[in-house]
């Protein structure tokens, strides 16, 4: 399954809910906060630009949705019982991520990964609850392709 994203507009509409109760209010990373709380962990200051790095070494060549599906799947490894409560040790864990293994995740980091980062933090969610991703172009894992796809973003494929 390939997900497409499109843009369009639309005339507005009167709707009869108030659009503040539509929305859910966003979490915000402040310089000065040390904490934004998800529902296993903690994501601090240091841990969104951990994840913005390593969406930018997983992902610098993708659209933005595969962007921010990458740091979707660091978030929900952290609200996962299979996987660490902490984004460092979920980032860090032997052969996790490739941009980790190969360093590229130390590559200049561009403002749609941090804003792919703050995205996941704050519940957006483009795989639907996947733990792992890969390029089928190029992974060699046996183990990997055991894991039930759920969609394909850019070049990437998402799986539970």
């Known amino acids: 399954m390939l997900v497409l994203i499109t843009a369009f507009t639309m005339q507005p509409q009167k709707s009869p ?3 503040e109760q539509t929305k859910k209010p966003a979490k915000t990373i402040e310089q000065p906060r040390n904490e ?3 529902s296993r962990g903690t994501v601090n200051r240091s841990d969104y630009v951990l994840m913005a790095q390593v969406i930018e070494g997983e992902a610098a060549g993708e659209p933005f949705v595969g962007k921010v599906a990458v740091g979707a799947v660091i978030i929900n490894r952290l609200e996962s019982d299979e996987f660490p409560n902490d984004v460092r040790k979920i980032i860090y ?4 991520f490739e941009a980790v293994t190969n360093g590229q995740y130390k590559r200049t980091t561009s403002n749609d990964s941090f804003k792919a980062a703050e995205m996941a933090i704050n519940g957006s969610d483009p795989t639907n609850g996947c733990v792992y991703y890969w390029n089928p172009k190029t992974a060699t894992s046996k183990w990997v ?3 039930p796809i759920m969609m394909q973003i850019g070049q990437h494929v998402f799986a539970k």
């Open 17 to 19: 809910i108030a659009p």
């Open 145 to 147: 392709w055991q894991r």
């Open 93 to 96: 864990q032997t052969n996790a």
């Open 36 to 38: 934004e709380q998800v």
